[in-house]
């Protein structure tokens, strides 16, 4: 049976929503999208900015709300860019970090991504992380300034840029859907 009252995601993010509802309808817990622009913070510390969402989703919709959200850590840039992903890639793209990677040996990145529920009495974070390579050179026959022609998640052999849509859901399903509504589930499923 699911949850009678229905939880809410704020995002603007119709992928977002997806990822969560395809994940979370498999615990019985009912999941619905709440069209909310949240603002965006200068901090560099992802939990700051998720909890900073998760008050102003609650604060605007005054009922129990999760967010999401992410940073993209590149361990040779000292953890650039951090949770400046949206600007990094518009101004200086896929191209640009592997130009300031030019004879690194040291490739590894981390996304730390972050739920946050929000309700009238409890704040909780979650984090799951995906990690993988800094391939050096964008694959042939790929262009754009998308991380994720840079980006080869650990146990695949293909960046997100070459994967197929059939790989790419294999991706979402069984490493990034997890890593991150695994644990949120089953704490809500308990308490709620």
Avoid at 114 to 124: A, P, Q, S
Wanted: aromatic share 14%; net charge negative.
């Amino acid at each position: 049976m699911t949850n009678a009252h229905p939880l809410y995601f704020a995002t603007t993010s119709a992928w977002k929503y997806q990822q969560g509802k395809e994940f979370l309808e498999r615990h019985d817990i009912s999941l619905e999208q709440a069209k909310i622009e949240l603002p965006e913070s200068r901090s560099e510390d992802i939990l700051e900015v998720a909890r900073g969402k998760a008050a102003f989703a609650y604060e605007q919709l005054q009922k129990p709300v999760i967010i999401i959200d992410g940073a993209f850590h590149i361990k040779a840039l000292g953890g650039f860019p951090k949770t400046f992903v949206k600007f990094t890639e518009k101004y200086i793209g896929a191209a640009g970090v592997l130009k300031l990677m030019e004879s690194v040996d040291e490739r590894s990145y981390e996304w730390p991504n972050v739920l946050v529920y929000r309700d009238d009495k409890v704040e909780k974070r979650f984090v799951g992380y995906i990690c993988g390579q800094i391939v050096e050179s964008i694959p042939s026959g790929l262009q754009g300034n998308d991380f994720g022609l840079i980006q080869l998640p650990d146990g695949y052999d293909k960046t997100f840029g070459q994967m197929t849509k059939g790989e790419l859901h294999h991706f979402e399903a069984n490493v990034w859907q997890p890593a991150l509504f695994d644990v949120f589930a089953k704490w809500y499923s308990k308490v709620k």
